[in-house]
């Protein structure tokens, strides 16, 4: 059961690689790389499964995080140009 599972995870891998090759705005190919490391957070804990090795769940939790936490940063940097504010005014500090 869980190797079909596996192989449905990476049929739908390959289509978010091609949505990510199609996509019509950034905005579109941002979401389809999104997809795909929600993707690979479930194949790294499919895996984990298959081989018995609990560890890996770790390694999916983190991997999420950080595909959370870099889409953010992706999406705020194409609608502001920026990650942070530019300080003009250093005589200030």
């Known amino acids: ?8 995870l990476l049929l739908a891998l390959i289509v978010g690689v091609y949505l990510s090759l199609i996509g019509e705005t950034i905005f579109h190919k941002i979401q389809a790389v999104n997809i795909i490391g ?10 984990g499964f298959l081989t018995e090795r609990p560890d890996f769940l770790d390694l999916a939790l ?12 992706v999406l705020k940097f194409f609608k502001f140009g920026s990650l942070g504010e530019e300080n003009e005014d250093k005589d200030s500090l």
């Open 1 to 8: 059961m869980l190797i079909f599972v596996s192989l449905s």
């Open 38 to 47: 929600t993707i690979a957070v479930m194949l790294i804990t499919v895996f």
């Open 62 to 73: 983190v991997y999420g995080l950080l595909n959370v936490i870099g889409t953010f940063a």
